[in-house]
């Protein structure tokens, strides 16, 4: 399994934009990324899952480039209710290996008014 | 997407003692994960249960202390045996689903264990 390496802490304000970079210098052929986030006291939920290039959601948008060695999930306009844990993760099978999670350290978000 | 509950959503158990974890889905899944998360850290794996079959446990975890039952598609357990202060944790279950093209995760809300 790919390791991955984040900031542990970011804080922003809000209205900004936010980039929280992922580096994953071992990422198979094969492998996806997919981003989750969790707030205290609750499971993580699925943000955004991606294999090359861009991808964009409702919430968020994941760029990789060609290399795919780093990702970086953009969250455009943060509110105070996006502070929270974000996890990068790398895995066959779209991040996940057999359905597997493994889970790093994380990105403490935490967003100002 | 998957909805999924737990019970109990927290306990305060004394040393010694066990407790079974319980995970309900509300549509039929093949794999469940039982996840461990410690005070301020992250999330660790401790096993996938399949329906039909033993789980299986991820390194540094065994059955005699988390044995973890899997009686049909839509419900599994966890129980934590002979519990010590080091076992206070926040213990999750998940499932895997494929949405809109994507192998997303699901996780229940946690039970929130202390042990004492």
């Known amino acids: 399994l790919a390791k991955t390496t984040q900031p542990i802490s970011m804080d922003s304000y809000e209205g900004q934009e936010v980039n929280i970079t992922c580096s994953h210098n071992n990422i198979a052929t094969n492998d996806y990324i997919t981003w989750y986030q969790q707030f205290p006291s609750q499971g993580p939920r699925f943000i955004i899952q991606?294999?090359?290039t861009k991808v964009t959601n409702e919430v968020a948008s994941l760029f990789i480039p060609a290399d795919r060695k780093s990702s970086t999930l953009s969250l455009p306009r943060v509110s105070l209710s996006d502070t929270a844990v974000y996890y990068c993760?790398?895995?066959?099978?779209?991040?996940?290996?057999?359905?597997?999670?493994?889970f790093g350290r994380g990105t403490q978000l935490t967003v100002w008014p | 997407s998957a909805v999924i509950s737990q019970k109990p959503s927290r306990d305060i158990c004394q040393r010694g003692t066990s407790l079974t974890i319980q995970c309900q889905v509300d549509s039929q899944v093949t794999m469940m994960f039982w996840y461990r998360q410690q005070p301020g850290q992250s999330l660790t794996l401790i096993a996938t249960a399949n329906q039909g079959s033993e789980a299986t446990y991820e390194s540094g975890f065994v059955i005699d202390k988390f044995p973890i039952s899997r009686p049909n598609l839509t419900f599994s357990t966890l129980t934590v045996s002979n519990m010590s202060p080091e076992d206070s944790s926040i213990y999750l279950c998940?499932?895997?689903?494929?949405?809109?093209?994507?192998?997303?995760?699901?996780f229940g809300p946690g039970t929130r264990l202390t042990v004492t």
């Open positions: 991606g294999y090359k």
């Open positions: 993760l790398v895995g066959e099978g779209r991040g996940s290996t057999l359905g597997r999670l493994y």
């Open positions: 998940s499932v895997e689903d494929r949405d809109r093209g994507n192998y997303e995760q699901y």
